[in-house]
């Protein structure tokens, strides 16, 4: 219960992992291609496109709402096959 509860900033966290978790809040820049899947249903990420600011990635090749929940290779592979096709042709020279 504590997990989801820090994610979504209702308690503060360990303080054993400050350190660790500054060092991931700075959030560099990603400049590997990027395909964004955003699941429709995430009962772990309620808000389809609040988790990742695509801004974040230099190299998106596309972002894109599937209509399936947290876990989206089994609960839609079609979908993430898909996505894993588009960033292989977005990135064939």
């Given at each position: 219960m504590?997990?989801y509860r820090?994610?979504?900033?209702?308690v503060?966290?360990?303080?054993a992992?400050?350190?660790?978790?500054e060092r991931?809040?700075?959030q560099?820049v990603?400049?590997?291609?990027t395909?964004?899947?955003?699941?429709?249903h995430?009962?772990i990420?309620?808000r389809?496109?609040?988790?990742?600011?695509?801004?974040?990635f230099t190299?998106?090749?596309?972002?894109r709402l599937v209509?399936?929940?947290h876990?989206l290779?089994?609960e839609?592979?079609?979908?993430?096959t898909?996505?894993?096709?588009?960033?292989?042709?977005?990135?064939a020279?």
């Amino acid at each position: 219960m504590h997990s989801y509860r820090h994610r979504f900033g209702l308690v503060v966290g360990d303080p054993a992992y400050e350190a660790t978790e500054e060092r991931i809040a700075e959030q560099p820049v990603i400049t590997v291609p990027t395909v964004v899947l955003d699941a429709a249903h995430d009962g772990i990420r309620p808000r389809p496109g609040a988790g990742v600011p695509t801004g974040q990635f230099t190299g998106l090749v596309a972002r894109r709402l599937v209509n399936a929940g947290h876990d989206l290779p089994q609960e839609s592979p079609t979908a993430f096959t898909e996505a894993v096709f588009l960033l292989h042709e977005g990135t064939a020279q």
